[in-house]
Each structure stands twice: as structure tokens, then as C-alpha cells.
């Protein structure tokens, strides 16, 4: 985070620096309101959190500021904000926002940036400048998670006179709460020390963590201003207030005490200002608009645990006066720091795709994709807020499951904003979701979808469902999205263990997928976008094992990736290279959304044929169905534009013209006026009617093609101990070994045995599917349930999460294998850094003592060179490892077992049963101590057969628990 700095005082330079830059912003909207083609369904007003959301609907070009703002909830409920502007007596007063007067002020222009919705108008003889801002604060998270926007206004003659001018504007009860026939109560205070007056209300019988209609049921809505010459102020029912200031110009500063319900003759709260008689205003006049609650958000753990969290601006404000004098007073730093990332995001957005479509779209969304989120901090032991827990909230806007917290696909499509804007609200994304999955009370094998569905309340389930490959395929690139472009890596780091759990769950299940569902929730058994998409988060597994110095994972990860791949290829692909919708139907295709990763993180995996044949396809159908295509190309073979997944299939196009005219078609539908809305989510592909979706943060997936322009990070740092004790997946279901070793070597031969005939017969089962599957695409077989007929077909009704074999390759083996030469070698690798990559190099790691403590296939350290179990027996180069053993006291058959340890230590890439690990450093023989100073052999090496017995009966118990175990009952 950027050091926090405390505002200054408006002085008249800075009074003249925001009329400079509201002066330049006015040209301009002038200028572009000439030639304007962009008038958006509806445009956002106050956009800052999920709780401060309003938009205004603009299908009257012309006349659309008489429209009353409207909450982006489901359904939509009016939120009112009037705005009036008295002009030469009360003759003439025109309204500049809302439908609060006889006489509206007409729009010349409308300009939308990432930051700011601006209005050009004309009322009279005056031109108004209507600004709505609601700031991105990247790196700052006070700033960031303050719950207010502003609203400001400036007015220039247009008849070279002066006259004299007053300006009014109020909200109504409607901000308090959703439920309209709940009472309200407020105050006004006034701040004579700061000059600040501020109006409040809230609900007379708040119901904590709870909403109605998509707004909060409890907490305060205010409206502040700054007080001085010309300043007045007033309470009470809506047509008084209105009627009062057009009459008189100003307000008579009366407090309505009759607290009623709040449609009960709507109690407004006003300001007005008299401006006196101007030819143009010397600066703009500022209104402060915010919703504030404390506690803000419970969150729940596996155990019931709950604990309730704060806004993370209570760190530093902790008390509404504060907070809002804090807020008037840096209007113009925020104002100045948003047009610099406007301009900074604007211009990236131009060098990407020529003109201003990009651009627009962007500009549309970005406040939607902000303002569905909360950045909280939480309460430590000693009942302060802790600086270091920090967890940021998503809220499903709109659409399937309105309220779902966190959900991790709309994370997911949101990403690329997130990376582009200000990766460091990466981490506190991810936060929620990592640390009750890393939890051993956390059972399922794959991802969770999200944090429930009553958001303010994030609560942790064990619920298995149907989107393991989506859900953690999403995790795994998002974690890797944030690592490689911001250089942080401790999420990857912190979270090793639970990433590669996951990746083992999608090397057993992404390629041939049974009983999951995709994304938007529709089934996938054997989707090929689907499927790519995981065998990608499996390559992103391999270079986050790579950064956290985890080389033996990173081996396995990189050989399962290849091997996938390569028969991916053989199922997926139909003529000209195009990925047809579900393994075997060549008349059928897919958007192939999928391919967005390896192009965003440089994964290099995916041949450059398969780029042009899918952008081939996506040609055609532009082309050829106009019609069908007219506000985007369907996902597969209905009618439904994704407009997320379009975004991202525009980024991945080989062909930029191809790439162009889909965002073009995007900013068509962004630009159906009569729609009334965002770009939805989901619609309709010839006339783009709404499915569903229509505030949802997924829309952030229109920065892809400008997140491919990201600069990766020069290095990344990982925490100290990252990776040293990463769990297999179902490493947690061994119990301990109760004494020495049982049996002795005739027990530990008939587990070898058993272990070799499980594993063999679990490859020969999925190598059978494989070839069935290969066998009937040849017969073109285009029966949609045609594999499902095929005996060994049929995947396992439960994830795999041992160590299956994927082809020929062993998910043991963390050697080197032949793979098919067409296939394209991961190449990209992390930059070196700090962290070490467990090399032998001398070069500094991510343990304490220096030492590499890897894991292998089952989750076991490894054995260590200082671990007294590989010290026993000194051997030096070129001796016999058997015969020194026995020297050393041990029998025959020990000795053969310390032989076989011995030889997986200095050779990894020989396939055992023992633990192995290509990151483990040889002991010289000082690290290993002289033949004098040699511990007991007895006793070491009974810990080795111990060590031995336990891994291997581990493993006996997973593949029992794999072959053997119910399937889980999947939630509906």
C-alpha cells in the first residue's frame, strides 16, 4: 500500500487546480458531445461499494437526467436524488438530476470515463457541468474503502451575461434501507469547528447483516456538504423542501422531527447554495453521498466461528465526523487522481483496439466491477482492528443467485480488471475463499464456488457440488495471474498446499470430465473448453511450483500438463483445428473461452494452430450470420452471448481485425440506448435482450485484451517455509504406524505388491478410456451420450486424487518423459529472484536453515541431508551402498532398503515407492559426520523402515480409499 497521505487544506491554488481540471473536463465533454455516439442503457451515478450503488437509466437521450437514479439490485428499486438550479428569480428553475421539477435542463453530452460520469446540460442561459465521482484508490485501501462519492456542480453563461444563480440538491429515505415501508429517523449535525453539515438516516429498527431488495437493513446513508456564504439547509417532506428553495432561493434551515416510514410523504434531506450573480462558477460545488455500517461484514469459518469485520477505512477514521470531513476536504486529490487513471486506462484501452470502443466499454464498467466489492479488516484478540487480516467481499449483483459471496468464476472474469487496476486487492480477493479451504476441517477435494449466497454473511460450507475442475481451475490461475504480475507471492506461497491439492484433483478429472458443470452452471461432462481450461491451471500449477521452489512438483506438474495436453488435442480438436463444443461431435463448437489463460499467463502451451482455427471459426460467424452475431458470437450452439467469455476470446484471437469486430459488437450492445441497462453478463444474440447478469462484477472480463499487455513482475518473493510441508490431496486419511515395523520385510513386500497391482490396474482403467474415446471419434461418432455406452469408459462417480497414472506417465515419476514432439515444452519460467529455486547453487531458498525440505508425491517430507535417517550409514562416491550397510550392523534386507533410499536420493527421476525428490541436496560426508562420530545404526535405520512403512501404507490406504469409498452426494 502507498504511504497514506494526510489531506491539505483547500487553498485557493488547489480552488483553482479543480477549476482548471472541471474546466478542461467540460471542453472536452462539449467537444465530444458533437460527434457523440456512445449513449449507454444506463450509466453509474454513485458507484463506490455494495451498499453505495445507484445508476440512472438514459433511454431519453435528450431529457435523461430527469430519470430518478435507480440501486443496482434485483429487483430495481428508485433511490431518489434531486438536483435544481434557480436562475434569475423563481421563474426559472430547471432540474439537473431526478424528476423533481416542472422544467428540466436538456442534455447536450454525456462522457463516461472509468471514474466519472459526466453531464453537459443547458438550462436557460446557462451551461451546467454535472460530474458524478466515484474513486479507485489502487494501492491505497483507506481511500479505497470509504463508502462515499461525490456529486458536483458548475455552471457558465452562455449568453455572455451574468445572473444571478442558486443551486439545490437532496436524497430521499430511499437510500436508508430496501424495505420502503420500514420507519426511518435522522439527524443533521453541524460541524461549525470543520464547516461541514451532514445529514443521516437509518432505519428506526435495523436488522443487522441482513438486506432487502439488494440494499443494506442496517447502517446510516448520508449527505454532506461544505457550509459558508450563501449556505442553507433543510429536513422534511420532499415537495416542502423543493418548493421552498424554488420559491425563495434558499432553505430555511428547519428540522422535520415526524419520524415516519419512508414513503410516508418522503422525507428528504436538502442543501442549496446561493452562488450570487456569475457569469461562471469559480469552482465546483461539492456534495458527499454515503453509506456507512459497522460492523460491515460476518464472516464464518467450518468451525461456527463467527467474526464480524469493519470497513478497512476505520483503521484510520473512526468516527463519521472524521470520516466526513476527510471526504469534503479531498475532493480535489481524488478528482486529480482519478483523471490520471482515467487517461492511464483510456490510453491502454486505444493502444489495443483503435478508437474508442474498448474504451467505452471499460469506461461502462469499471465502478460496476469496483463498486460490487468491500474491503474490510478484521478484529484482533485484543478487541483492535488488525492491520494485518484484511479480506475484500464480492457481492452477485445480479442475475443466478443474487447475494452469492465471492463467487469464484465471476472472480475469475473480473480478474483482468483486478490485475490491471490494482493488483494488491488480489490477495485480500482470495483471502476468504484460501483460509477456511486450507483448514483440515475442509474435506472436499476441490474449490468451493463461493462464500454462500446471503452476502453480508461469508460462510465457510464442506459442501460438495458439481464445478470441482471450474472452480479450481479459477483459483489456481487467479493465484498465479497475481504473482506473476505483481511480484507478491505470498498467497502462493501460504497457500502451496491447498493450490496443489487441487491440481492433483484436475489431473485426475479436467480431461475427461464426468458429472461437472461449467461456469454458468450448464453441464460439461466431457467439454473440451472446460478441459483446456483446467490442463491449464495445471501448467499454472507447474510454474507456481517452479516459484516456490517445489522442483519436484514442478516436474510432475509439467509432465501431466504435456501428457494432457497431447491427448486433449486428439479429442478436442475438429477440422481446421477448431474446438468442437463436447469430445466426439465434430458438427458442434465453442467460443473456447478456455484458451484466455495460457494467452494472458504466457503459459505457451497451446499450438498456434488451434489459435487460428478457433479465430477462422469466429470469422466465419461474424460474417456469415450477421443477424445471429449482432451483439456478440454465442458460446457454443444457443443463442446466449457470454460477454465476458467474448472479451476473453477476443483477447486470445490470432487476428486483430477479428478481435476489433467482436468488441465491436460488445460496444453495440453496451450501446442499446432502449435497453435501460449495463452490459449484462448474459443476452440474447440478435437483439439482446437481457438473461441475466445485468450489474454482475463478471463484466470485468473487457480488460482481457488489455491485461494481455501486462508486465510481468522482474521477480517474485515467496515467504519463508513456503511449500516444505504441502499435503497430497487425501494425504490426512493415513493414521499414524503404532510401533517399529510390522511384519518386517515379507509385510512390506506384499504392500509393494499391492501397491504396484492397484496403481497398474487404475493406469490400464484410464488408459482404456483414452483409447475408447480416440477409437470413437475416428467412427465420428456424434451421439451426444455415445461414451457413456463404452464399458471403462465411464469415469469414476468420485474425484481420483492419488496417484493415478495419466497415459504412460506416472504421477510419481517426477523424471523426465518422452513426450509426443508436437507437443510444445512449457518454456516460460519465473524470474530468478531472492527465494532460491532449491538448487544446490548456494544461492538462498525459502527455508530458515538453507535447507530444502520439499515433499513428495504423498504429501511426506522428504528425506533431508541433515535427517539423521539419511546420515546412518556414511557412504562415500563410488562405494557399495548394500555392503556399507551391513558394515554399519545392518541385515541383508535392511540394507537393501537403505540401498533403495539411497539410490532414489541421489537419482529422483528413478521411479520408487520410497519418498524422492529431485530438490534434495546430497550430504557431503561432513554433513553426514565420520564413520567415528556415526550414530546407532539400529535404531536409525528401524526409523527408516518405519518412514517407509508409513509412506507406503499411506498410499495403500489413499488408492483403498479411491477404489472402495461412496461417491459424495452432490448438492442440487
Known sequence: MTPFATPLPVFPMATRLIHTLHLLAFLAASVYAQSQTFFPGSVPLAAKTTYLNAYVGISNQSNFASTWPVFASNPQQVVGWAGLVRIDGSNSTYGWLGRAATTQATVLGLTVTPTRTVWTMRAGTLDLNITFLSPIEPGDYVRQSIPFSYVTFEATSNDGNAHTVQIYSDMTGEWAGGDRSQAIKWATTADSDKGNVYHGASLSSPQLFTEFDGQASWGTAYYAAKSGSGFSYKTGFADDCRN??????????????????????????????????????????????????????????????????????????????????????????????AVTLDNKLTAAAQSVVSGNTLSDIASLTTRNIFGSTELTIGVGSDGKL?????????????????????????????????????????????EPLLRFQQSSSYVIQFAAPDLGTSYPNATAANNAHRQGVEMSSNMILMAWAHAKYSGNGQIIG??????????????????????????????ADNSTNLAIKGILAIAAMEQISSAVGVDADKSMF?????????????????????????????ATWTIGYGLFADKWLGLGLVDSVIYSGQTSQMQS????????????????????VDSNYNMMAAAYASDASVASDIITRIFNRANLTASNDLIPQVYNSSTGATTQGQFNPAI??????????????????????????????????????????????????????AVWFFRRRRHNDKRRRVDLMLEDRDHGDDNENAYKDHPGFQATPFPFTGTSRIGSMSRRDSGSRSVDSSTPALSR????????QGSSSGQGDAYPDNESRTTGPLGLRNPHPRDPTMRAVNVGPGEDIEAAASAAGATASEAKLIAERRRNAANPATPSFAASSAHT????????????????????????????????????????????????????
Open 244 to 337: 421552498q428553495f424554488a420559491a425563495n432561493g434558499a432553505l430555511d434551515g428547519g428540522k422535520d422531527t415526524s419520524f415516519r416510514a419512508i414513503t410516508d410523504r418522503f422525507p428528504v434531506f436538502s442543501f442549496s447554495y446561493d452562488l450570487g450573480s456569475i457569469k461562471a462558477t469559480s469552482g465546483p460545488t461539492v456534495f458527499a453521498a454515503g453509506f456507512v455500517r459497522d460492523p460491515a461484514i460476518k464472516y464464518t469459518d467450518l468451525s461456527g466461528t463467527s467474526s464480524q469485520r469493519s470497513l478497512y477505512y476505520n483503521k484510520k477514521y473512526t468516527d463519521i465526523g472524521s470520516l466526513i470531513n476527510f471526504v469534503l476536504g479531498d475532493y480535489s486529490g481524488a478528482l486529480s487522481r
Open 386 to 430: 488488525n492491520g494485518s487480516d484484511v479480506m475484500m467481499f464480492m457481492r452477485n449483483t445480479n442475475g443466478d443467485q443474487v447475494g452469492r459471496v465471492n463467487p469464484v468464476e465471476q472472480l475469475y472474469s473480473a480478474w483482468p480488471a483486478i490485475m490491471t487496476i490494482d493488483p494488491t486487492l488480489g490477495p485480500p480477493l482470495l
Open 494 to 523: 501460504q497457500y502451496y498446499g491447498t493450490f496443489k491439492k487441487w491440481a492433483d484433483y484436475l489431473v485426475d478429472n479436467a480431461l475427461l470430465s464426468t458429472n461437472q458443470l461449467d461456469a454458468d452452471g450448464n453441464s
Open 558 to 586: 509439467k509432465n501431466a500438463t504435456q501428457t494432457l495436453y497431447s491427448q486433449w488435442k486428439g479429442l478436442a480438436l475438429g477440422s481446421n483445428n477448431k474446438m468442437e463444443q463436447t469430445y466426439g461431435k465434430p
Open 621 to 640: 460467424l461474424l460474417s456469415a450470420q450477421p443477424a445471429v452475431t449482432k451483439f456478440g458470437i454465442p458460446s457454443g450452439t444457443g443463442t446466449d
Open 700 to 753: 470485468g472480463a473487457v480488460y482481457g485484451p488489455m491485461a494481455l499487455s501486462l508486465q510481468a513482475a522482474s521477480s517474485i518473493t515467496i515467504p519463508p517455509g513456503s511449500g516444505q510441508d504441502a499435503p497430497s490431496a487425501k494425504s490426512s486419511i493415513a493414521g499414524p504406524v503404532a510401533g517399529g515395523v510390522v511384519g518386517g520385510l515379507a509385510a512390506l513386500a506384499a504392500i509393494i505388491a
Open 829 to 836: 519460467q519465473p524470474p530468478e529472484s531472492s527465494y532460491g
Open 921 to 972: 541436496r546430497g550430504a557431503s560426508n561432513d554433513e553426514a559426520g565420520t564413520s567415528a562420530g556415526r550414530p546407532s545404526g539400529d535404531t536409525q535405520l528401524a526409523q527408516a523402515l518405519r518412514e517407509e512403512v508409513l509412506s507406503l501404507r499411506r498410499e495403500m490406504e489413499e488408492i483403498k480409499m479411491n477404489t472402495i469409498e461412496p461417491p459424495p452426494s452432490y448438492a442440487a
